[in-house]
């Protein structure tokens, strides 16, 4: 796969595709980063964008991973010691996952968000933005309430850290994207660079196919998952036959299989008894896709052939969780 390719695989949209052409056309030593909130457990989430820095990795790219400590705490997720923990179990993950540790950087938030430049950058930003604006960058964020002044000061600071962390490309979910536009507008105005942008899909509900899964309401699959887990909730996923006409649906196991699955393995076997036509194998998304469809490939084996994929992805970031809690 060319490196534009590369870096494009599975992204929803990048801003603007003209400044990411320009990465791939010169990759090496070039910084990418996405920035998470501690958190102890990873779940799929978290995963889809580590897909991305893997993918990063492997066009050239150096990745920065934010430990976002002090956003976590704005964001009400504890005090400073318990996100300090959650933040070493989650990047011990991430290592098992796939991330090549001689080549991530992670970096703690409080490590530079608290320095004197930095604050005063960050007031500067607070008198360029109205609340409203920065309230909207907030919203699909935090889902709901965005009624603290943490609330404002969060969105800011994440534009900030763009400068700070010496970045070119931000990456992050779809959800990001009105902060990385607000970075784009503003960080001009403090005589920064605009950087480009790539945002990848948000997967939808598990079991309904609608909105978007995540951990704190309905379905996620987790690190900390045993393999019954993992099929049971695969089995139960929403998975129609047939794409749905009004497009409002997502069929959540293809999307896990896109998205998840794909990226990380080279083939795809199906295994099933000669009898109901033998093992299949796919090399590519569409194919496995296009069968579905058709019903040559059945729901029940493309869910067990996912949740035994998945089961692979996670095993190794189960067993650091195991070690890190006896
Ligand atoms: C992502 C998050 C927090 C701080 C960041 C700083 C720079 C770049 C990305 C960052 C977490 C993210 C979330 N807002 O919703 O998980």
Do not use: W
Not at 67 to 85: P, S, W
Not at 169 to 176: E, M, R, S, T, Y
């Amino acid at each position: 796969m060319d490196t534009y390719d590369l870096i494009m695989r599975n992204a929803e949209e990048v801003v603007t595709d003209e400044e990411v052409r320009e990465l791939a056309d010169d990759p090496s030593g070039k910084r990418a980063y996405v920035g998470y909130e501690p958190s102890g457990v990873l779940h799929l989430g978290h995963l889809l964008t580590a897909n991305k820095l893997i993918d990063l990795q492997e066009a050239g790219m150096e990745v920065v991973v934010l430990l976002a400590d002090v956003h976590a705490y704005l964001n009400g997720k504890g005090t400073f010691e318990e996100i300090r923990d959650t933040a070493e179990q989650m990047k011990a993950q991430f290592i098992a996952y796939g991330l090549e540790e001689d080549r991530t950087e992670f970096v703690y938030g409080s490590s530079f968000q608290l320095d004197e430049d930095y604050t005063l950058d960050l007031h500067e930003l607070e008198l360029a933005t109205t609340l409203n604006r920065a309230q909207r960058a907030m919203a699909e964020i935090q889902g709901g309430e965005t009624a603290k002044v943490s609330h404002v000061v969060y969105p800011l600071m994440q534009c900030l850290d763009i400068e700070y962390l010496d970045l070119d490309l931000a990456v992050g979910g779809l959800d990001q994207r009105k902060v990385h536009m607000l970075a784009r507008e503003e960080l001009p105005e403090l005589g920064y660079d605009v950087r480009p942008a790539l945002h990848t899909p948000i997967v939808a509900d598990l079991t309904s196919g609608e909105g978007k899964m995540s951990s704190s309401e309905g379905v996620t699959i987790s690190m900390e998952d045993s393999t019954e887990q993992l099929e049971e909730k695969v089995n139960s996923a929403f998975c129609p036959p047939t794409r749905d006409p009004e497009g409002d649906l997502e069929n959540p196991v293809l999307e896990l299989f896109e998205y998840h699955v794909f990226p990380r393995f080279e083939e795809i076997v199906v295994e099933r008894p000669d009898k109901y036509g033998g093992d299949l194998t796919y090399e590519d998304y569409e194919t496995l896709a296009t069968d579905l469809e058709s019903g040559e490939l059945h729901p029940a084996d493309a869910k067990g052939t996912l949740a035994s994929y998945l089961d692979e992805l996670i095993a190794p970031g189960r067993e650091k969780l195991r070690e890190i809690r006896d």
